[in-house]
């Protein structure tokens, strides 16, 4: 066993493990390198600060058999998560909606409305051509449309852009705020909605037990119906369908979590039909495509119970955690340098998964955390509901499956999560 390396010698190996890492994907700046360099020299701290787990990832070697500290590791894992995927792409497609133009208007068969919005298609090689005297076939790139049946509760035409541009502007910015306290916040912004929905006193505490239940075809290799309709809070996700299940699955339904993809689908139906569990069952859904608040205005002006928005800089929260266990599972399962795990991934998809995200909130306002269906199995399918059999590329389910490990085994070692200043609930995991 080697002696324990000093710490001028740490530095050298991070800098040097930086370096070649750099080397192998050119899109880490130079910034960044000398940002990941001074942390190094601050890791010890830092680490005993957030309590960073250091297992498995014990000691890693590079080609010249030169060990890794493990903390240093860490606190590479720790910078490069804070890297959010596809935060460029996303800020370039917020600053594009805001910037565009909006036109609602009704359709003449009368029953139908129309919202559309779009940017003009000036870029520099139209220019020149502009300049010749002859226009480009296309002059305006369409971000999003959506016909929809109108119904007098929807948003006066004149409202739709500013009260757009107000939700997006809020969530954006809520969204590059990163604060992991917001888990303190998760009881005001969700639970005291819910509770106010179904008449009960706001009593500003948790609920005492809780089931998140996932969509995984395991679901049917146990009957775990009347567990989970015993719990306090029964939390579904995109609209899984119970009949037929019950047995596995349970009836009840005190939460319905989406994603913003399915709330398009529920828009485009008569009054916004995005309630299979009941009228009065509160949806809480994360934005997808910033465009998705148009679908957002029109469904929260029918919808019976209350339709939540999660805040930005939960969304931020939950993408760092996911992606840190994405970059350690990759460097425990290859030996690369952890710089190399977008050309892998394409970073412009990766996200988390729904049931990850219902996973945290339930965290956060909960004092005992169930989750059920979760996790995959030789001859089940993917979701228990349908015939789907392949996983989505964009999520990291392997990752996402350490993060519930910790939950369970080592809460005091996620980190981001450790900094939330909120204690981390019972967490059982049915299978």
Request: charged share 25%; net charge positive; hydrophobic share 35%.
């Given at each position: 066993m080697r002696p324990r390396t000093t710490a001028r010698s740490e530095l050298l190996a991070m800098l040097a493990f930086l370096l070649r890492g750099a080397a192998m994907n050119r899109s880490l700046h130079f910034a960044f390198l000398l940002l990941a360099v001074v942390a190094a020299v601050f890791s010890y701290r830092s680490i005993a600060r957030r309590g960073l787990t250091l297992d498995p990832i014990q000691r890693l070697y590079d080609e010249e058999n030169e060990a890794l500290d493990a903390e240093a590791m860490n606190e590479t894992l720790f910078l490069l998560a804070a890297q959010e995927p596809g935060a460029k792409e996303?800020?370039?497609?917020?600053?594009?909606?805001?910037?565009?133009?909006?036109?609602?208007?009704?359709?003449?068969?009368?029953?139908?409305?129309?919202?559309?919005?779009?940017?003009?298609?000036?870029?520099?090689?139209?220019?020149?051509?502009?300049?010749?005297?002859?226009?480009?076939?296309?002059?305006?790139?369409?971000?999003?449309?959506?016909?929809?049946?109108?119904?007098?509760?929807?948003?006066?035409?004149?409202?739709?852009?500013?009260?757009?541009?107000?939700?997006?502007?809020?969530?954006?910015?809520?969204?590059?705020?990163?604060?992991?306290?917001?888990?303190?916040?998760?009881?005001?912004?969700?639970?005291?909605?819910?509770?106010?929905?179904?008449?009960?006193?706001d009593s500003g505490q948790r609920y005492p037990t809780c089931a998140v239940v996932g969509n995984s075809g395991i679901l049917l290799k146990a009957d775990h119906g009347d567990l989970?309709?015993?719990?306090?809070?029964?939390?579904?996700?995109?609209?899984?369908?119970?009949?037929?299940?019950?047995?596995?699955?349970?009836?009840?339904?005190?939460?319905s979590f989406i994603n913003?993809?399915?709330?398009?689908?529920?828009?485009?139906?008569?009054?916004?039909?995005?309630?299979?569990?009941?009228?009065?069952?509160?949806?809480?859904?994360?934005?997808?495509?910033?465009?998705?608040?148009i679908e957002y205005?029109?469904?929260?002006?029918?919808?019976?119970?209350?339709?939540?928005?999660?805040?930005?800089?939960?969304?931020?929260?939950?993408?760092?955690?996911?992606?840190?266990?994405?970059?350690?599972?990759?460097?425990?399962?290859?030996?690369?340098?952890?710089?190399?795990?977008?050309?892998?991934?394409?970073?412009?998809?990766?996200h988390y998964s729904s049931g990850m995200q219902a996973v945290v909130l339930a965290v956060g306002i909960c004092d005992k955390v169930s989750i059920f269906g979760f996790g995959k199995s030789p001859q089940v399918s993917h979701h228990y509901h349908t015939n789907q059999t392949k996983e989505l590329s964009l999520h990291d389910y392997p990752a996402e499956y350490e993060f519930y490990r910790d939950l369970i085994e080592r809460p005091q070692s996620i980190p981001f999560l450790k900094d939330a200043g909120v204690k981390v609930p019972t967490v059982v995991l049915y299978h």
């Open positions: 996303l800020q370039r497609d917020v600053a594009d909606l805001l910037s565009a133009d909006l036109e609602s208007i009704d359709l003449p068969d009368g029953r139908h409305r129309q919202i559309s919005i779009w940017r003009r298609a000036v870029k520099p090689r139209y220019r020149s051509i502009w300049r010749r005297g002859v226009k480009p076939r296309n002059r305006f790139m369409f971000l999003a449309r959506i016909t929809f049946l109108a119904r007098p509760e929807h948003p006066q035409h004149d409202q739709v852009l500013p009260d757009f541009q107000r939700l997006l502007s809020d969530w954006f910015h809520n969204r590059r705020e990163f604060r992991p306290e917001v888990m303190s916040d998760l009881v005001d912004q969700i639970k005291r909605p819910i509770d106010l929905n179904n008449h009960y006193t989970i309709d015993s719990h306090h809070l029964v939390i579904r996700l995109n609209n899984a369908r119970i009949s037929g299940y019950r047995r596995h699955v349970g009836a009840k339904t005190s939460l913003s993809n399915v709330l398009h689908d529920c828009a485009l139906l008569d009054g916004c039909f995005c309630h299979p569990y009941g009228d009065f069952v509160p949806v809480v859904f994360y934005i997808c495509q910033p465009a998705h608040f205005m029109i469904c929260n002006s029918t919808h019976k119970s209350p339709l939540l928005v999660t805040d930005g800089r939960f969304d931020a929260l939950c993408a760092r955690i996911v992606k840190y266990y994405s970059l350690k599972l990759f460097v425990e399962e290859t030996g690369e340098s952890p710089s190399t795990w977008g050309m892998y991934r394409d970073e412009r998809w990766f």
